[in-house]
């Protein structure tokens, strides 16, 4: 429980700082995140906490690559 949480905030972190890869490795974190608190609810909360940090940092950085996208785009 706890890998799968530790692996969803370190997707969530290096989506914050990857330019076009941010938005899979957000979506692979965000996903991975929600499994683990949902499994973390059912079970004794190990990971829990790492599991919303990584929720959290995938989907700001998923939302910063995708307005960034956006942005790019609009102004070209």
């Not at 429980?1 to 692996?7: P, S």
């Not at 989506?15 to 692979?28: A, K, P, R, T, V």
């Not at 079970?43 to 906490?49: A, I, L, Q, S, Y």
């Not at 690559?65 to 790019?72: F, G, R, S």
């Given at each position: ?7 969803s905030l370190v997707f969530g972190v290096i ?14 974190g965000f996903v991975l995140a929600l499994h ?41």
């Open positions: 429980m706890q890998k799968t949480a530790l692996i989506s914050l700082f990857l330019s076009l890869y941010g938005i899979f490795f957000g979506i692979i683990t608190i949902r499994k973390a609810e059912n079970r004794e909360r190990t990971g829990k906490g790492m599991a919303i940090g990584g929720l959290a940092t995938s989907v700001i950085g998923a939302g910063y690559q995708i307005v960034a996208i956006l942005i790019l785009v609009l102004t070209a």
